[in-house]
């Protein structure tokens, strides 16, 4: 029969002293294997040979644990006791030392069995780590304000450099000018739809050579503001530029798209895919679910799930339309601010913080 010594309540004796202060993370391995190796050496006769085991069941990289190991030698070395690995060694040591690393939420617990023929003895080392920093947003996401209204704004679309917008509301397209930083009305022309739009309605404009079309549910018009603000409106729905088939499903505010759209839990119903400030590729700014006090947050989906890369924006009320903007990097977004009633069209810009 195996026996174990009163080493056993020595350990545990240790396990409740050994509270030591949290260390930097690369301080770590030098300070555990020191103190492990002394407690270690307390079981052990002068001079032993030993072999040296060590099983790793926490999560710490391998090259660190590999480093421990050695760490451990050299502090039993300093103290006269020399290691074998037994796959080396041509006789087996009289002592064996078995080292185990484990992981709980409180940290690393590691314990060393010290064994010699049927006699076991354990002694037991808790280690705190660093608790881990919160990770940096890789984006920022900043908001500008453009314009306010009492109907409900469908998009907005910025043309000649920036000087002028137009704004798509649910019976109308209405311009403005650019004057010092406010914007003044220029224009206004009327949606002569065929028939009325879906409740809540929902609306796109997008820029073209000559002009803007205006793609909503139940019509798609064309228009110029050069010289004036003209507008004609057609019955049907038309594909968007850029896409093979994206069109608003007749009637209904519900996009059929030619790509998958994405749906997440935590997402709301508004996200746009805009370029990403960071290198290639796109990622998807998403409103939050919350329908009374919302807020956008940019994500990457990476393996088929979305991987939050900025701080949530909070916002004063919900989303009612979020689109990809005419300049990369930038989404137009409107929000039903809860406290005055109004519709808020803002420009939403990421950038990247690395």
């Known amino acids: 029969m ?3 010594t009163s080493a056993l309540f020595f350990g545990w004796a240790l396990l409740l002293q050994a509270q030591v202060a949290v260390q930097p993370p690369d301080q770590i391995m030098p300070a555990a294997a020191a103190q492990l190796a002394a407690r270690t050496l307390s079981l052990l006769p002068r001079h032993a040979s030993i072999s040296l085991e060590i099983q790793n069941l926490a999560s710490s990289p391998a090259p660190d644990w590999s480093n421990f190991r050695k760490l451990l030698q050299d502090e039993l070395r300093k103290a006269g006791v020399e290691t074998a690995g037994a796959e080396t060694a041509a006789t087996q040591p009289d002592w064996r030392v078995r080292v185990t690393l484990s992981e709980d939420a409180r940290g690393l617990l590691l314990v060393a069995e010290v064994s010699n023929g049927e006699n076991r ?44 917008m137009l704004i798509l509301s649910a019976d109308k397209v209405a311009s403005y ?12 022309a009327s949606l002569l739809l065929p028939r009325p739009l879906p409740r809540d309605p929902r609306g796109r404009l997008e820029a073209t050579a000559g002009g803007f079309e205006a793609f909503l549910p139940v019509a798609t018009c064309t228009g110029a503001w050069n010289s004036e603000l003209r507008l004609t409106c057609s019955s049907g729905v038309a594909n968007w530029p850029g896409t093979l088939a994206t069109h608003w499903a007749a009637e209904r505010n519900v996009l059929v798209a030619d790509a998958p759209t994405p749906s997440f839990e935590g997402w709301g119903s508004d996200w746009a895919s805009i370029a990403d400030p960071c290198g290639a590729g796109t990622v998807d700014i998403a409103s939050s679910p ?4 919302d807020s956008v947050r940019a994500y990457l989906i990476r393996d088929g799930q979305p991987n939050a890369l900025s701080d949530a924006v909070p916002l004063p009320g919900p989303v009612t339309a979020l689109w990809p903007a005419e300049t990369a990097g930038q989404a137009t977004m409107v929000v039903r601010n809860l406290q005055t009633g109004q ?9 990247c913080t690395e």
């Open 2 to 4: 195996i026996r174990v």
């Open 121 to 164: 003895q354990i002694a037991m080392l808790p280690w705190k780590l660093p608790a881990a920093a919160p990770a940096k947003p890789r984006i920022s996401v900043t908001k500008k304000f453009l314009w306010n209204q009492p109907e409900p704004i469908l998009d907005v679309l910025l043309v000649d450099s920036g000087s002028e």
């Open 177 to 188: 000018r650019l004057a010092g930083d406010k914007w003044t009305p220029s224009a206004a």
């Open 290 to 293: 919350n329908s009374e006090r």
């Open 343 to 351: 519709y808020e069209a803002s420009r939403l810009a990421l950038a």
